[in-house]
């Protein structure tokens, strides 16, 4: 039983167009569903993205500006104990012990000046004279320590980082002989980036700061040792200026100040996405009231083409068994291109029955009679192929490729129902032959390619009318039968001597040599009373029709190599009269 039920939803798939509507909408809005929310998500995610790196270095490019700014502050503050004449020449040693003295108050009250400008942050000074070797600091209680330390020990590095806070080191030179006499140092706390970090640190970021070697010197956090641990070279080798690493999940950020210390961020990668999910929700939301206008027009282009083709292929299928009434025709006083198709299919039918009752009948005896029912039999199973092309290109709302294709249907059901001479000029056999090639083309895209040349000296030359889309449907219906993809069909037609030469060339299966032979056979027989009987359209009927109109050294010639192609040359004389 559910083997049955599936035979059965199988065979309504592959003949019901409705089906497939159904299933490819679905299918279409899942899709559609899915491309929305990507897009918006994506789209959204980068812009977020953007603007949190432009917003991060926007805020390390003000926090270091204001770095640099309190660097330069207390920098001054140390250059105004430099360009101080008497502190200066209190530093030497002054010739006796009572100058000397006076010489070390001033230090003493100079220092006590330095460190009452901004008590908060400037956490000590200190001075070390070189001529006694004495190391003096005063600390935040105004205590003040002396120290000897040995020339050689004394560390002469413009900034040196401490837990609290870091010391700005600079050296003074004697005026006159420039002679280095003494070292001259502040001591800041870490206080004074609060502004900077404020404008840096958020709930889930990391602010901190590091040495030219990449060595912490200050956190906001405990977690920044670890964050160090592989990423150490990207600070190091960081040049002047604000700069922008993506590593592992993590954003980081760092800013080289005054080329002795760097001002780092790390934003982690979740808390930037962190609006992601309501952006989904919205993408969602659009997504759905797409569909939902999606649903209300593939209505209404449902009732108003698909509908309407499907009826038509019905009818095609009742003509197809025998029926041929049509007695129900609701489309047929529409004015666009559905109702000129109905109505030229009409025509077309209605010809058909009057030649069939009249012209079939009277002339089945005459030896043209073969070339009329090759005229007017119709294909219905390419009339139905190309009607589901039509479809398809009206599911995919290409109105462009659906209009092309109803005009390329009608264009050649007019060009069948010719019934003037059975001759035509080269140009419109080739004409008809673009119609049916573009249907081709559009019902097999990518898998074909096309390729005709005709010359221009030849194209009034007068063709038997339907000679070439015959051996053209076998390429299709023959050659291309068991190749999967890359068909290439080459068509060329020239002048050569006094002849017309007509070339089709196919890269599909070929046949076999057996087959070959026998094909061979039956073109050099030429029954044409066989012809007459021989109801379908391929190699046998064409040759006996041209070699009826211009003789028996017309006609076509065959070759083949199995696997790889076949091809046919259609030798015909040079006739410009109308036959």
């Known amino acids: 039983m559910d083997v049955l039920n599936k035979s059965y939803l199988v065979n309504n798939f592959k003949q019901k167009l409705h089906y497939r509507i159904f299933f490819f909408g679905s299918l279409f809005f899942i899709i559609l569903i899915a491309i929305i929310a990507i897009a918006f998500y994506t789209i959204s995610s980068r812009e ?5 790196l432009d917003v991060n270095l926007a805020s390390m490019d003000t926090a270091t500006n204001y770095f640099e700014e309190q660097m330069a502050r207390y920098d001054e503050i140390l250059y105004s104990m430099l360009f101080d004449e008497q502190f200066i020449s209190s530093l030497t040693d002054r010739g006796n012990e009572r100058l000397n003295f006076a010489a070390q108050n001033y230090i003493e009250s100079k220092m006590i000046n330095i460190h009452n400008l901004n008590t908060e942050v400037i956490q000590g000074v200190e001075v070390y004279t070189y001529w006694n070797q004495r190391h003096v600091f005063l600390a935040t209680d105004r205590y003040i320590n002396y120290d000897y330390i040995p020339n050689q020990d004394v560390i002469h590095q413009a900034i040196q980082f401490h837990d609290s806070g870091f010391m700005l080191t600079r050296e003074v030179n004697d005026f006159h002989t420039r002679e280095r006499i003494a070292l001259v140092s502040i001591v800041l706390d870490w206080s004074i980036m609060d502004t900077a970090f404020d404008l840096l640190a958020t709930n889930t970021d990391y602010v901190f700061i590091t040495d030219r070697q990449g060595d912490l010197v200050y956190s906001n956090t405990d ?14 080798n960081a040049t002047q200026g604000t700069h922008h690493y993506n590593v592992d999940r993590f954003h980081l950020f760092t800013s080289v100040i005054d080329d002795y210390m760097q001002v780092n961020k790390v934003v982690e990668e979740t808390s930037v996405f962190r609006f992601s999910q309501s952006l989904l929700e919205v993408s969602m939301v659009i997504g759905f009231s797409s569909i939902g206008l999606y649903l209300i027009f593939i209505t209404y282009f449902y009732c108003s083409v698909i509908k309407p083709i499907k009826a038509l292929a019905n009818n095609m299928r009742e003509i197809e068994q025998g029926d041929w009434s049509l007695d129900h025709q609701p489309y047929q006083f529409r004015k666009d291109e559905i109702g000129v198709l109905n109505n030229n299919f009409i025509k077309m039918i209605n010809q058909i029955k009057y030649l069939i009752e009249t012209q079939y009948r009277s002339e089945l005896a005459k030896k043209d009679a073969q070339f009329k029912m090759l005229q007017n039999k119709i294909n219905p199973h390419f009339l139905h192929n190309t009607l589901q092309t039509i479809g398809n290109s009206a599911l995919q709302e290409d109105g462009a490729t659906v209009y092309r294709l109803i005009e390329a249907l009608g264009a050649m059901f007019k ?22 090639l573009f249907i081709q083309q559009e019902r097999f895209k990518d898998r074909l390619a096309i390729d005709l040349y005709i010359d221009e000296a030849i194209k009034d030359a007068q063709v038997p009318i339907l000679m070439l889309q015959p051996l053209i449907e076998n390429v299709f219906q023959h050659g291309f039968a ?5 068909w290439h069909v080459f068509i060329s037609a020239e002048k050569v001597f006094d002849d017309v030469e007509i070339r089709i ?5 070929g046949v076999t040599e057996q087959r070959f032979a026998e094909l061979q056979a039956e073109l050099e027989k030429n029954d044409e009373q066989d012809v007459n009987h021989y109801y379908h359209i391929g190699l046998k009927n064409v040759n006996a029709r041209i070699k009826y109109m211009y003789g028996h050294d017309y006609g076509l010639f065959i070759k083949s190599d199995f696997k790889k192609g076949f091809e046919i040359e259609i030798r015909l004389p040079i006739v410009r009269e109308a036959r």
Not at 223 to 236: E, F, G, Y
């Open 223 to 236: 977690q920044t040792a670890s964050l160090l641990a592989n990423h150490t070279d990207l600070m190091v």
């Open 48 to 52: 977020i993205r953007n603007e949190m």
């Open 482 to 486: 068991y190749k999967q993809d890359n």
């Open 505 to 509: 060339i196919d890269n599909g299966m």
């Open 415 to 436: 060009y069948t129902l010719r019934t003037e001479g059975c001759s035509v000029t080269l140009a419109e056999e080739v004409r008809h032959i673009e119609y049916y």
